[in-house]
């Protein structure tokens, strides 16, 4: 992402946006900021005032990643205070795929679920999925359009997000043996 000091990761759900911005954030040393502990407390999500409050003060600092979906406002503001902007624009049945892999591996491992994941069951997690493809998806595109002014990458595949993860996982232990080293 270049010069970009402030980084928007979005993307439906289920598509690698937190294991990028994770990668990202080790490469680069830019603050990470996960959009999903802002909405939700537990189970419950948290009240409009206070998520708005805790946005507003991630947006205000000098430099992050954040990533995540919400609601198209909230997701606008951050997008408009971006100066980069990751949009992780997978072929739908990808972000099934792993949604559905994730909560098998979850179902395996006995976890506990937390957040919206346990809040949200398997066919309503595919609605969201669906309706943010249909509905949020397009919007995010004319946002795009018409922001010329940002860096934008657009990742289209799972080979372009999974390569791009792994160069940024590369760049993490360079900067680690650097450091060490220094």
């Known amino acids: 992402m270049g010069a970009s000091r402030r980084i928007a990761i979005i993307g439906n759900i289920a598509g690698g946006k937190s294991t990028l911005a994770r990668a990202l954030a080790e490469a680069t040393g830019i603050p990470h900021r996960e959009y999903d502990t802002l909405l939700w407390r537990g189970i419950e999500l948290l009240p409009d005032e206070e998520a708005i409050a805790l946005e507003q003060a991630w947006l205000a600092e000098p430099t992050w990643i954040i990533d995540g979906m919400g609601a198209w406002e909230a997701m606008q503001r951050r997008l408009d205070r971006a100066d ?3 949009f992780i624009d997978l072929p739908l049945w ?4 792993w949604a559905a892999e994730r909560r098998i ?3 395996r491992q006995g976890a506990d679920l937390h957040g919206k994941e346990r809040a949200l069951s398997v066919e309503v997690l595919f609605r969201v999925i669906a ?3 249909q509905r949020t998806r397009p919007q995010i595109l004319a946002y795009l359009q018409t922001h010329p002014d940002k860096q934008i990458l657009r990742l289209r595949t799972k080979e372009a997000l999974l390569r791009m993860v792994e160069d940024c996982r590369k760049q993490a232990a360079a900067r680690a043996a650097q450091r060490q080293s220094d």
Not at 94 to 97: C, I, P, R, S
């Open 84 to 86: 980069g902007i990751i």
């Open 94 to 97: 990808q972000h099934y795929a």
């Open 105 to 107: 591996e979850q179902a």
């Open 131 to 133: 309706v943010t493809h």
